[in-house]
């Protein structure tokens, strides 16, 4: 059983793998409802798979509503909740299309979804302080352990060593990481790279290339991690 700090507590989701077939955890979709259909097409996904994603379901791309709507109205779609989405919440930022009723499902989402072996969270952990003392803004927006912050590293997944085995987004990856105890999936779909899913099952990506121009952004925020240990 997992410690947490009574925060996340109240806002995590254990699910029983044994329940489902075929188990996937998707990537950082951002509003790219249709990259999301091609890649639930490639993995043929029915009604007994599993799909669990990494947050930021919204905000960057054209259709955040849409997004919203298939993981709402599908039983077999689970979320955490990413940066992005508490952005809109706290009304930092509006995202066209989504409305109230949308907000809601967004605001009843978990921070951490969690299976045997396995945590799902939208940015990671912090190697130097234990679970339960990892607050809801750590979970949604660890990132580089330098002193310097943003996009310095070294970045979390450098030094931790679990376990759990934990599967995240948020950091942008030219390419997705696989560790022993991390699994990097946001390989950047909203800025024209690839919408990535882990086969949980079998240890393997799956991924689709963004069919659009993408969102601009800079190359120091996009990393290019160290996959010699992979």
């Not at 450098?158 to 030219?174: A, I, K, M, Q, S």
């Not at 882990?198 to 990506?205: F, H, K, P, T």
Request: charged share 30%; net charge negative.
């Amino acid at each position: 059983m997992l410690d947490f700090h009574p925060d996340v507590a109240e806002q995590y989701l254990r699910l029983d793998l044994d329940a489902w077939d075929d188990v996937y955890v998707v990537g950082d979709v951002h509003g790219c409802r249709e990259s999301l259909d091609r890649l639930l097409g490639t993995l043929d996904i029915g009604e007994e798979d599993l799909v669990v994603f990494v947050g930021d379901l919204i905000r960057k791309g054209p259709d955040s509503a849409g997004v919203v709507e298939l993981l709402r109205d599908s039983p077999n779609m689970y979320s955490v909740r990413g940066n992005n989405e508490e952005k809109v919440l706290r009304g930092e930022t509006v995202v066209e299309g989504l409305d109230e009723d949308h907000r809601e499902w967004l605001r009843s989402l978990p921070v951490a979804i969690g299976f045997d072996g396995g945590l799902v969270v939208h940015a990671g952990v912090d190697p130097r302080k234990a679970l339960a003392e990892h607050t809801v803004d750590d979970l949604q927006n660890v990132r580089s352990l330098s002193p310097a912050g943003g996009y310095e590293g070294p970045f979390w997944y450098d030094d931790y060593e679990g376990p759990p085995r934990v599967f995240f987004g948020h950091t942008v990856l030219e390419r997705p990481l696989k560790r022993e105890w991390a699994v990097g999936l946001d390989t950047g779909c909203v800025y024209g790279g690839s919408l990535t899913a882990y086969d949980v099952r079998n240890g393997r990506y799956r991924d689709v290339p963004s069919k659009r121009g993408g969102v601009s952004r800079s190359d120091s925020k996009i990393i290019s991690p160290d996959t010699s240990a992979d």
